[in-house]
């Protein structure tokens, strides 16, 4: 039995797994769950994982512990072993999909991945460097911009509104502009999603595959999924997008 | 004082003929101990954000340092430095303009050589003979770097460093010298590396201070700094006009690249980190380089100086557990 944790920079995911089978997921919101769980001893990062309420006293003292994540090179954990984003989120496709060729397109908080995965093996992958435009928290903020909820949002992909603007909090100024035309609330959602595709093409297509592979938060975006396919990429959401990097280390070898 | 500064690396052989110390500005300005502060101080005065970090820190450390000459490189290295010598000559800084022919065409170098030769006036006798005094310096630092890919014996970090300072020896061919003897003496009794991953670093030098121990943390040493080791004239060419057309790093990227495929082979590497800096026109220059290179690259980008970023080195031990799977 193993439980595998994901500190990203929004949400902290948790995967547990008995013999090969996914038990339970779980998330808490990254920053109440370092205040409430989470203290320094000297170097090293604990959690008080009992106190979550997550797993059992006797689920605790079964299991080993993988993590991964945001915070994991600037903390230590203590009693947990720690592998790398990549391998986590590459570890997790495979078993949520079962493929072996594919470009897996990991989309969070912050972080875009882009990792190439041929026979099973990483080849090769990019990662959005300085900017965050094209994160989950970049969709939060335009949603809270357009006073809609991150599902109303994700709806809409049909005739965007052409959204330029490199900066992601420029873009806010630009979309209340975009507002002030008159455009609808669905052409302005389906912008942001646009703004979205134009950000991770350059990435997709260093790696061409026939399949992507599309995981983190922003996986559960269904209109960016179909503007992907407008733009001719085939794209799997596997069941847990989400958590696919805690299923990924737990279940890792 | 006859201090004379340079923006990129440049025929040294003319500044020592002339008796000038020389001064390369970007070791000047990343070795001072406050690169970030000047980089703050020339974005104060006007310098935009999204700038080069290097060329900044080079208009800082030249204010500050109260160096009053300078030879700028205006092709052949970033042409940001032609403003640079513009907004200088302000401060009533002497600059002097030094061109590396695209095309590597040897008249038009020639020239070049011989413009510079006379603003500092002096002729080819003595620039030739501060040619063979370099040269027995260079060769030493040539055998630090066989030491690094060779024996194991020299780290990542020991390497960039000698290589690097030779573009102005410190200040002092003599007193650099000194310290490579005495450098050289205590790598003998050294026991080698045991690398699980060789890498080559290709581009400029790193903005980044802990690049090379984070990376031998990790069992993976550099043992080709590019660059660098283009600033020691590695090639041991006697005559100046060929040496400075054998330099790799002020020409087209093609040139360059045949040089480092030559030594991405002998020097049995596993993978390439490809250092781009932040708003440089060599960032376009990695898509030549991805499709020229049949190894695998991690391309690291940075802005300014100070230590790796949590994400950068997310990226990096990324990169090595994949040669890690490979090898």
């Known amino acids: 039995m193993r439980i595998g944790i994901d500190l990203g920079s929004r949400k902290v995911k948790f995967a547990l797994v008995h013999e090969g089978l996914v038990v339970r997921l779980e998330s808490f919101d990254t920053l109440s769950f370092y205040k409430r769980f989470g203290r320094m001893e000297g170097d090293d990062l604990i959690f008080d994982l009992p106190a979550t309420g997550l797993f059992t006293a006797a689920e605790l003292a079964a299991c080993s512990i993988v993590a991964t994540g945001y915070g994991r090179n600037t903390l230590n954990l203590k009693g947990v072993k720690v592998i790398s984003e990549i391998r986590a989120h590459v570890t997790g496709a495979f078993f949520q999909t079962g493929f072996r060729d594919f470009t897996l397109l990991d989309m969070g908080g912050q972080d875009t991945k882009v990792a190439l995965v041929r026979n099973g093996r990483l080849q090769d992958f990019v990662m959005n460097d300085k900017c965050a435009a094209s994160s989950g928290r970049y969709l939060e903020n335009m949603a809270a911009i357009l006073e809609v909820e991150l599902s109303e949002l994700s709806s809409h992909w049909e005739d965007p509104v052409r959204l330029d603007a490199t900066c992601g909090i420029f873009g806010e100024s630009e979309l209340i502009g975009q507002i002030l035309r008159g455009h609808s609330v669905a052409r302005l959602c389906a912008g942001v999603n646009q703004t979205l595709v134009k950000r991770v093409i350059p990435m997709l297509k260093r790696f061409p595959s026939d399949m992507i592979v599309l995981t983190g938060g922003v996986a559960l975006d269904t209109a960016l999924v179909r503007l992907l396919e407008v733009e001719g990429f085939s794209v799997t959401v596997p069941d847990s997008p989400q958590h696919n990097g805690a299923i990924g280390c737990a279940v890792i070898d | ?327």
Not at chain 2, 1 to 7: E, Q, S, W
Not at chain 2, 28 to 57: H, V
Not at chain 2, 82 to 99: D, K, N, Q, W, Y
Not at chain 2, 272 to 289: A, G, L, T, W
């Open chain 2, 1 to 327: 004082m006859n201090r004379t500064g340079f923006t990129t690396t440049i025929p040294l052989e003319i500044l020592l003929a002339a008796g000038r110390i020389p001064v390369d500005l970007n070791n000047l300005f990343i070795s001072g101990g406050k690169s970030l502060e000047l980089i703050e101080a020339a974005e104060a005065e006007g310098f935009p954000r999204n700038i080069c970090g290097w060329i900044k820190g080079i208009y800082g450390a030249v204010i500050e340092s109260g160096i009053r000459e300078l030879v700028a490189v205006t092709e052949g290295d970033c042409s940001n430095t032609r403003a640079l010598m513009e907004v200088l000559s302000l401060h009533g800084i002497t600059t002097v303009p030094f061109a590396y022919p695209h095309d590597r065409n040897p008249n038009a170098l020639r020239d070049e050589i011989e413009k510079m030769m006379a603003h500092f006036g002096v002729d080819w006798a003595a620039v030739n003979r501060s040619g063979e005094r370099l040269e027995a310096v260079r060769k030493k630092i040539r055998e630090i770097d066989r030491l690094t890919w060779e024996e194991g014996l020299v780290s990542g970090e020991e390497n960039h460093y000698f290589q690097v300072a030779s573009s102005d020896m410190n200040g002092s061919p003599e007193s650099f010298e000194e310290e490579i003897d005495s450098f050289l003496r205590e790598t003998s009794s050294r026991t080698p590396y045991r690398d699980r991953i060789r890498l080559a670093y290709i581009g400029v030098p790193p903005i980044i201070d802990n690049l090379y121990p984070f990376l031998e943390e990790h069992e993976a040493r550099i043992v080709f700094n590019e660059t660098q080791r283009q600033f020691s004239m590695p090639y041991g060419i006697p005559d100046l006009l060929e040496r400075y057309r054998a330099y790799t790093y002020p020409y087209d990227i093609f040139f360059r690249l045949a040089d480092i495929k030559l030594e991405l082979e002998k020097r049995r590497i596993d993978g390439v980190i490809h250092y781009v800096q932040s708003f440089c026109f060599r960032q376009i220059e990695d898509m030549v380089v991805r499709q020229q290179l049949s190894l695998p690259i991690l391309t690291l980008e940075g802005d300014k100086p100070g230590p790796l970023d949590a994400r950068t080195k997310i990226r990096i031990e990324s990169f090595l557990e994949l040669l890690g799977e490979r090898i």
